[in-house]
Every structure is written in structure tokens, then in C-alpha cells.
């Protein structure tokens, strides 16, 4: 009553047979590597976007607070896109030829942590102003001069309008 493998694959094409081989080999090596994201990598990517949404929003708040210092504008609303989140760059022990990287560990009053030699914040994608006389000719290029030197981005990426 045995089956054997060869007799239940009469019938089945060569290519069939590799394309099965070739499934359950890339199905064996995904299970090696844990089958996706762990609950753990997973909070790692929210807390990300969020902290690129929290920049936003006070990078947002900033540009309102200074705009309303702008002559003719009494009311003023921001919008502020990032391209990604916050990056550390952090301390290493070692010469550069080191293959291997150890981090210099420091202690706090959190316990250990790596030491972060510098923050490297989202870069600015763009800036919507909508604002009042934003359709006047002489606020638009206060506000694009403005943006443009104070935040370093082109004038390309800041789009000013009147409410």
C-alpha cells in the first residue's frame, strides 16, 4: 500500500516538478529567518514614523509662530512635509579597519546605553503656507525668502497661498 514519489509524479511536467522543489526550498528558508517582522522591529518602525510626524508638527508650529511676525499676515496655518525619521549616529570603540563594530557604552540613570555622537533630522520635502494676503505678489516672496534661507530648502518646495 506504500506510495512511492515517483509513481505520484507520473504525469506531472519536469518544469512543474522544479517549480514545486524550488517552492518548498524558498518556503524552508524563509521559516529559517523567522517569517517576517517580530513584534519587537514592528514598535521599532511606528515609533519612527511617529518621531518624523512629531518634528513635523513642531517644525509647523515654528514656522507659524515667525510668520505671524511677517507684516500683513494675521492669521497663518503650515504644512510640513519630511522625507523619513530621525537617525543617530553613534560613538564606535576602535580604529576604522575594524571589521567589527563595538559602540562605546555609556552609563545613565536609565542604565546602558550607546553614546550618539550626533541626531540627524528628517529632511524637509515641503512647505505649504496658506495665510492672510498669501495671494499677494510681495507676501509670497517674503515668506519663500524666509523659509528658503531660515530652513536652507528651495524655493521650489514652498507653496505660499491667501486664505
Keep these: 500500500m506504500g506510495i512511492s514519489i515517483k509513481n505520484s509524479l507520473k504525469g506531472i511536467s519536469p518544469k512543474k516538478i522544479l517549480l514545486i522543489i524550488l517552492g518548498i526550498a524558498l518556503g524552508i528558508i524563509l521559516l529559517s529567518f523567522g517569517g517576517g517582522i ?68 555609556i552609563n545613565n540613570k536609565n542604565g546602558e546605553e550607546a553614546a550618539v555622537v550626533r541626531e540627524i533630522y528628517p529632511q524637509i520635502r515641503g512647505i505649504a503656507v496658506s495665510c492672510t494676503n498669501g495671494d499677494r505678489a510681495t507676501v509670497k516672496e517674503k515668506i519663500t525668502t524666509l523659509l528658503s534661507a531660515g530652513l536652507g530648502i528651495s524655493v521650489n518646495k514652498i507653496n505660499v497661498v491667501g486664505n
Excluded: C, P
Design 38 to 105: 517580530t513584534e519587537a522591529s514592528e514598535k521599532k518602525v511606528q515609533g519612527n514614523d511617529g518621531e518624523g510626524i512629531y518634528y513635523s508638527e513642531i517644525l509647523e508650529d515654528k514656522v507659524e509662530d515667525f510668520l505671524m511676525t511677517v507684516e500683513g499676515i494675521d492669521e497663518v496655518r503650515v504644512f510640513i512635509t519630511v522625507d523619513g525619521s530621525k537617525e543617530y549616529e553613534y560613538a564606535k570603540k576602535g580604529g576604522a579597519e575594524s571589521y567589527a563594530v563595538d559602540f562605546l557604552i
